[in-house]
């Protein structure tokens, strides 16, 4: 494959990657995802005139705004998008045609585009089943990864991207760009301090409400499937990764977020906005076994959308309307609402015993509790930055590549709230209350 290698910091990128120490890491024969041989190597971060090289796995709707925005910011940032991968090749055409690169930087198999060792971060945009599978694989071969939310399908998944990103070194930004908005920092200040006593309880929601139900804007190529050639074919089988039935079904790719084989909905989709956001703004721990779940329970259902109103079929499999509650060690309570069928929410809130935070529009609300009014005074802390912005998102990873920094939406944070929506699709689809203990890894209910 042709790279443009004229950007600058060459000479030390060539440094950086020639002293490293590798160590081969050989992967077993069967299945996909087990079956590359990589090399192993801790990371380095780049100086500030590196130019910092990307390869896109997914380049579908959410895949390709990320591939536009930071085509769009490439000379601030001083990247390149260098490969593109996708099980759909109209996809992957329309992807290099975007940033101009030719045939040769387009991949339909992930571990090919791994392969190039000039590639520095990897960004993902799969379906959630295959979340987990490419990012241990790109930090494997090197790569720091940005993977949209969730993190992944499982806690199984989120321990092997958590331990594969401790063991390499490498960065990892789930694509909760609400991390970002740095409101969520001054809430997170505030409750440190103490300001509003004892947290007791924090609250969000995500809502929204469609006449097609929820995921059906999506278009469906008719003439794209397995059986077609050229542009129009699409890899099912890599896709569905032995999920699922076996049979083509153009619904269950282009609208896979309605199905549990591939993704878990609401709380997949939305509620990561919400969760990850909160966390940071309830100033819970994200070292040791601190900061997890003890316990999470949800209820809900499929209320509204569950015929489609083209095929008069069923249209899904995840429910159009769910809450979560969640409990942690640190003795306070979180609690999601997330909806597809109306769109009146919670209000983001954050309760202490002695005074409460709201999100308003210029800044952080404190409002003191009547019995603490002369104890906590009432106040508006300013919040900095420019809100809540993908590229603000994407150029934090980009910054802590080059400066050794810590990412907003980083693999600690991401491990447990990646924990709380797993416990949440299993409190809902086994109608219990399910526990986690994080000094085993188990989870039971």
């Not at 329970?297 to 159009?320: H, L, W």
């Not at 999601?336 to 009146?344: C, P, R, V, W």
């Not at 106040?379 to 400066?403: F, M, S, W, Y």
Request: aromatic share 8%; glycine share 10%.
């Amino acid at each position: 494959m042709s790279v443009d290698k004229s950007g600058a910091g060459e000479t030390r990128r060539e440094f950086l990657r020639n002293a490293a120490v590798t160590t081969a890491v050989t992967a077993g024969a069967a299945g996909a995802a087990k079956s590359s041989v990589y090399s192993l190597s801790p990371a380095s971060a780049l100086g500030a005139n590196d130019r910092i090289r990307v390869g896109h796995v997914g380049v579908g709707g959410q895949g390709m705004t990320h591939v536009r925005l930071l085509n769009e910011n490439k000379a601030d940032n001083n990247i390149q998008s260098v490969a593109m991968c996708d099980v759909y090749r109209r996809r992957i055409k329309s992807a290099l045609a975007s940033v101009e690169l030719p045939e040769t930087a387009g991949y339909e198999d992930y571990r090919k585009l791994l392969e190039n060792k000039d590639i520095d971060v990897v960004w993902i945009a799969t379906s959630d089943n295959w979340h987990a599978p490419v990012g241990v694989e790109a930090m494997l071969a090197g790569k720091h990864v940005y993977i949209e939310k969730p993190m992944c399908r499982t806690i199984e998944e989120a321990y092997k991207l958590w331990d594969t990103s401790k063991k390499t070194g490498k960065l990892v930004q789930v694509g909760s760009q609400g991390c970002s908005d740095q409101k969520w920092h001054v809430a997170g200040k505030i409750v440190k301090e103490g300001r509003i006593g004892h947290l007791i309880q924090a609250q969000g929601s995500y809502c929204r409400n469609g006449r097609d139900g929820e995921w059906n804007y999506y278009g469906i190529d008719k003439d794209a499937g397995p059986d077609a050639t050229g542009d129009a074919y699409i890899n099912w089988e890599m896709f569905r990764k032995g999920l699922g039935p076996k049979a083509w079904d153009p619904d269950r790719f282009f609208r896979w977020r309605k199905y549990w084989a591939y993704g878990n909905g609401i709380m997949g989709d939305l509620f990561p906005h919400r969760l990850h956001p909160l966390t940071i703004a309830m100033n819970l721990p994200q070292t040791g076994m601190a900061g997890f779940p003890t316990r999470a329970s949800s209820m809900g259902g499929i209320y509204v959308q569950k015929i489609n109103p083209v095929t008069k079929a069923i249209d899904r499999e995840v429910p159009d309307f769910t809450t979560i509650q969640v409990d942690f060690a640190e003795e306070c309570t979180l609690m999601l609402l997330g909806t597809t069928i109306n769109e009146q929410g919670w209000q983001d809130m954050i309760r202490g015993n002695k005074a409460s935070l709201y999100f308003g529009g210029s800044g952080v609300d404190i409002k003191p509790e009547r019995v603490y009014a002369e104890e906590v005074e009432e106040a508006t802390e300013p919040v900095p930055g420019d809100g809540e912005r993908i590229e603000t998102h994407q150029k934090n990873l980009l910054d802590c590549i080059r400066g050794g920094g810590v990412p907003n939406c980083n693999i600690d944070l991401a491990l447990r709230v990646q924990v709380m929506i797993s416990l949440g699709e299993m409190a809902y689809r086994r109608g219990k209350t399910m526990h986690f203990d994080p000094k085993t890894r188990k989870y039971w209910g």
